[in-house]
């Protein structure tokens, strides 16, 4: 499944349909059924290259 496609994932209130929208430190992440997310920073990279993000869970 992927939440992208189905119109699941906002990001600052704008609707994401592709996952090709960059995002920046102070972004509110929304996706249906799973929460709502500050993104905080980058942390790092992973060995095969991907990015490690620093999120805060609203509550």
Known sequence: MKP???GRVFINSE???KNAKLIKPGDTI???GKGKFDFIEIEGNTRKG?????MQKYV
């Open 15 to 17: 609707n994401i349909l």
């Open 50 to 54: 991907r990015q490690i993000l620093k």
């Open 30 to 32: 929304t996706i249906r």
């Open 4 to 6: 992208f496609y189905h």
